[in-house]
């Protein structure tokens, strides 16, 4: 018996998502110096182009800073908490 193809991919995130994955693995990772890109890239599971423009438009919004790594600032922290939040919220009334 086949499987469908659906169930064998993974579904495709939303932009939010990717931004809620990244900086959560800051987050998680961040040491005074912060975190490199290949850490945040192996733990949001992306390509290192794909997360090069991300943390890019992250650092546009203010949710990030970079010095010598990157870092999650007080904005990104407000933005990881409301967007959990929601994610709860949606799943709890299963949509």
């Known amino acids: 018996m086949k499987k469908k193809q659906s169930h064998l991919r993974k579904e495709r995130r939303s932009k939010l998502d990717i931004y809620f994955d990244i900086l959560y693995a800051i987050q998680q990772e961040q040491t005074k110096e912060g975190v490199k890109p290949t850490i945040i890239q192996y733990k949001s599971g992306m390509s290192y182009d794909k997360i090069t423009k991300h943390l ?21 922290h407000i933005f990881l908490t409301e967007y959990s939040m929601i994610k709860e919220f949606v799943e709890k009334m299963d949509l």
């Not at 890019?56 to 990104?76: F, M, N, P, R």
């Open 56 to 76: 890019a438009a992250l650092q546009e919004k203010k949710l990030v800073s970079k010095k010598q790594y990157y870092h999650i600032t007080e904005k990104g």
